[in-house]
T-cell receptor, first 115, second 110 residues
Framework: KAGVTQTPRYLIKTRGQQVTLSCSPI?????VSWYQQTPGQGLQFLFE???????NKGNFPGRFSGRQFSNSRSEMNVSTLELGDSALYLC??????????????FGEGSWLTVV | DAKTTQPPSMDCAEGRAANLPCNHS???????VYWYRQIHSQGPQYIIH???NNETNEMASLIITEDRKSSTLILPHATLRDTAVYYC???????????FGSGTRLLVRP
């Protein structure tokens, strides 16, 4: 079956703009989480959604937000972009997010460059 | 903070086994050991996970010591395509997130 799908794969934005990234989880998976990867900070957890509810959020400013739809698809939004937001944004999905066997699978990511 | 310690880099010859160590001396009873790898510019790829027994799948084997304070990921016949950063992660059964450390950069030499 299809893996985690993220769109767009690459995008360039200007400082101050906002961006929306999309994620389609593996079919049947209800948990979707988002991660940011930068050379300096590595892979960091942003937030996780299950059944349209955000269950937890990492240590990121309020400019980073997300949502999940009834079909488990998810979007994340970054407003008022800063140069430091340039990163690989990764979406991951699992059946329910917790418990053994609920392995988390990642998409290929969306490369965001802020100029 | 990541609860694992891995060497920053390793290399091995193509066709030979690659043994990647991981120290997780503070692991608790309900934490699993997960391994992922990330090939340049791609998303992390799940490899294998285990609790206390050794595990094997089509990609690799995971050997966990009896005291569970360390583990080794074994790629039995490394190929050039196995060149990647390998992450060892401990994760509570009830946790919905992964905490990544710096990983081990494995270089497979021709």
């Amino acid at each position: 079956k299809a893996g985690v799908t993220q769109t767009p794969r690459y995008l360039i934005k200007t400082r101050g703009q906002q961006v929306t990234l999309s994620c389609s989880p593996i079919s049947g998976h209800r948990s979707v989480s988002w991660y940011q990867q930068t050379p300096g900070q590595g892979l960091q957890f942003l937030f996780e959604y299950f059944s349209e509810t955000q269950r937890n959020k990492g240590n990121f400013p309020g400019r980073f937000s997300g949502r999940q739809f009834s079909n488990s698809r998810s979007e994340m939004n970054v407003s008022t972009l800063e140069l430091g937001d340039s990163a690989l944004y990764l979406c991951a999905s699992s059946w329910k997010g917790t418990g053994n066997g609920n392995t988390i699978y990642f998409g290929e990511g969306s490369w965001l460059t802020v100029v | 903070d990541a609860k694992t310690t891995q060497p920053p880099s390793m290399d091995c010859a193509e066709g030979r086994a690659a043994n990647l160590p991981c120290n997780h001396s503070t692991i608790s009873g309900n934490e699993y050991v997960y391994w992922y790898r990330q090939i340049h510019s791609q998303g992390p790829q799940y490899i294998i996970h285990g609790l206390k027994n050794n595990e094997t799948n089509e990609m690799a084997s995971l050997i966990i010591t009896e005291d569970r304070k360390s583990s080794t990921l074994i790629l039995p016949h490394a190929t050039l395509r196995d060149t990647a950063v390998y992450y060892c992660i401990v994760r509570m059964d009830s946790s919905y997130k992964l905490i990544f450390g710096s990983g081990t950069r494995l270089l497979v030499r021709p």
